[in-house]
């Protein structure tokens, strides 16, 4: 084997480490929550860290699902009641060409939403579909997961026991 080909297998070994050790993590109830590989709508990279300290009802959408309008309607007007205490993060899996603003606008959501553009967070959450869900504590560990609609009652009943229970 020449030098060469050894220095390319080398650097691919590394380059697919590299990639195998960003999708490594995996979700699972009572572990860390993963890291989100997201970006805001401005472009910029968004983490769990920025609400540390807070719980994170973390859900997945798509702009041709339904469901998941349902409970985004559903979801700002817990995030204004519930706001300062738990925070709604909205992780949309849909392919970057899609225009999320007129869908955001109509529905008048206000808390934060990412894109997940290389399908990396979609894939540390094993989402297999929208709307999917996730309650994060204050710690970012994970207390429940939940795939489908959820629905006004169930949210409004799921965000009051959060608030009760600080864990």
Not at 129 to 152: A, D, F, K, M, W
Request: proline letters at 4%; hydrophobic letters at 40%; one cysteine or more.
């Amino acid at each position: 084997m020449n030098w060469r080909h050894r220095v390319k297998t080398i650097g691919l070994l590394i380059m697919l480490t590299g990639l195998l050790g960003c999708k490594e993590q995996r979700v699972a109830i009572g572990a860390p929550a993963p890291a989100l590989a997201a970006f805001d709508l401005n472009g910029q990279p968004a983490g769990l860290e920025k609400w540390h300290g807070k719980a994170v009802y973390l859900t997945f959408w798509s702009a041709d699902c339904g469901g998941c309008a349902a409970d985004m309607r559903t979801l700002q007007q817990l995030s204004d009641t519930y706001g300062d205490r738990l925070v709604v993060v909205a992780v949309n899996t849909d392919p970057q060409q899609t225009d999320l603003t007129r869908f955001i606008s109509g529905l008048h959501i206000r808390y934060p939403v990412v894109r997940d553009q290389m399908g990396i967070t979609k894939e540390r959450y094993a989402v297999i579909g929208t709307p999917t869900s996730y309650l994060l504590n204050p710690q970012g560990q994970v207390l429940e997961i939940h795939q489908g609609l959820r629905g006004e009652t169930a949210l409004a009943a799921m965000f009051k026991h959060a608030q009760q229970d600080k864990s």
